[in-house]
């Protein structure tokens, strides 16, 4: 991921989240009803599959909806045609790799820009794309400060060090948030929790991997925060955050601006042939050299 911007204002720097956050995340985050309204009426939203709508219409199932599992059901068997009517087990197992990216997403959010996406169930909508994809729609935490109070077009930043106090609170909220997804998923796919667990970790993980080595480069934006991208990897290992301890290895021929870290279970989307084409191996996929 790139995050590098140039000739912007700081002030900016909200725009530039929900840029980010779409660009890299496919997550739309919004602040508020009205900001919804500005966003659905530039045309930005509009799909092959829907028009200007609302929410619950461009994103018609909330996160919490994948706790019924009859609508959980309905969700993982589409995308089990659209990858080729493929086993249960790897729509699971892909399931927790397409969600690992709003995971990733969320603390993306935090650690470059201060600001927390809800992690309630209810505040995240999702969007079935193409191929099994996924595309999110999510809120600002309410229980942290309002991002308009951190940032309007004068003003400054919520200070790092006032951000940095609620990391592992977030963190926590995070996991409980996609634990209690991957449970349900794993109890209807037979799928392994401890791979879907693993899968969402590595994204997790690969995401600070890329932002550390970039950072380090003087055109990186936001600026400021290499020392909080540090930081904040760092606090993913310790005793308060044990949910987030993992061990990958990194693979030897990565460059170190673009880290790559090997996955500990195979994603399996080698098994799948989304419109026909099989996918092959991952480039962090364990099976690659494994004969």
Same mark, same amino acid.
């Given at each position: 991921?790139?995050?590098?911007?140039?000739g912007?204002?700081?002030?900016?720097?909200?725009?530039?989240?929900?840029?980010?956050?779409?660009?890299h995340?496919?997550?739309?985050?919004?602040?508020?009803?009205?900001?919804?309204?500005?966003?659905?009426?530039?045309?930005e939203?509009?799909t092959?599959?829907?028009?200007l709508?609302? /929410?619950?219409?461009?994103?018609?199932?909330?996160a919490?909806?994948?706790l019924?599992?009859?609508i959980?059901?309905? !969700?993982?068997?589409l995308?089990?045609?659209?990858?080729?009517? !493929?086993?249960?087990d790897?729509? *699971?197992?892909?399931f927790?790799?397409?969600?690992?990216?709003?995971?990733?997403g969320?603390?993306a959010?935090?650690?470059?820009y201060? !600001?927390?996406?809800?992690?309630?169930l209810?505040?995240?909508?999702?969007?079935?794309?193409q191929? *099994?994809?996924?595309a999110?729609? !999510?809120?600002?935490?309410s229980?942290?400060?309002n991002p308009?109070e951190?940032?309007?077009?004068?003003?400054?930043?919520?200070?790092?060090?006032?951000?940095r106090? &609620?990391?592992?609170?977030y963190?926590?909220?995070?996991?409980?948030?996609?634990?209690t997804?991957?449970?349900?998923?794993? /109890?209807i796919?037979?799928?392994h929790?401890k791979?879907?667990?693993?899968l969402?970790?590595?994204?997790?993980h690969?995401?600070?991997?890329?932002?550390?080595a970039?950072a380090?480069?003087p055109?990186?934006r936001p600026? &400021?925060?290499?020392a909080l991208?540090?930081?904040?990897?760092e606090?993913?290992?310790? =005793?308060?955050?044990?949910?987030?301890?993992?061990?990958?290895?990194r693979?030897e021929?990565?460059?170190?601006?673009?880290?790559?870290?090997?996955?500990?279970y195979? +994603?399996q989307?080698?098994?799948?042939s989304?419109?026909?084409?099989s996918?092959?191996? +991952?480039e962090? +996929? =364990?099976?690659? &050299? /494994? *004969?």
């Open positions: 991921m790139n995050v590098r911007r140039t912007q204002k700081d002030g900016d720097f909200l725009q530039e989240l929900k840029r980010l956050l779409r660009r995340f496919a997550v739309v985050w919004i602040e508020s009803e009205e900001d919804w309204d500005r966003l659905s009426e530039s045309g939203l509009q092959t599959n829907a028009t709508a609302d /929410s619950r219409t461009l994103f018609p199932y909330a919490v909806d994948l019924d599992p009859v959980l059901y309905e !969700v993982l068997a995308q089990s045609r659209q990858l080729g009517d !493929v086993s249960s790897v729509t *699971g197992t892909l927790a790799k397409r969600y690992s990216v709003l995971i990733a969320m603390f959010a935090y650690t470059l201060d !600001v927390p996406i809800s992690a309630d209810s505040d995240t909508r999702i969007r079935l794309e191929g *099994g994809t996924m999110y729609l !999510v809120r600002h935490d229980q942290f400060a308009a951190l940032m309007d077009a004068g003003r400054k930043r919520l200070p790092s060090s006032e951000a106090s &609620g990391f592992s609170v963190a926590r909220r995070i996991d409980e948030h996609f634990s997804i991957l449970d349900a998923v794993s /109890s796919t037979r799928a929790n791979v879907l667990r693993s969402v970790l590595h994204q997790v690969m995401l600070y991997a890329g932002l550390q970039e380090a480069h055109d990186f600026r &400021g925060r290499a991208i540090a930081a904040d990897r606090a993913l290992s310790r =005793p308060e955050n044990a949910a987030f301890h993992a061990n990958f290895r693979a021929e990565s460059p170190p601006n673009r880290p790559l870290l090997m996955r500990r195979c +994603c989307a080698y098994r799948t989304p419109g026909g084409h996918h092959g191996y +991952c962090s +996929c =364990p099976k690659i &050299g /494994s *004969g």
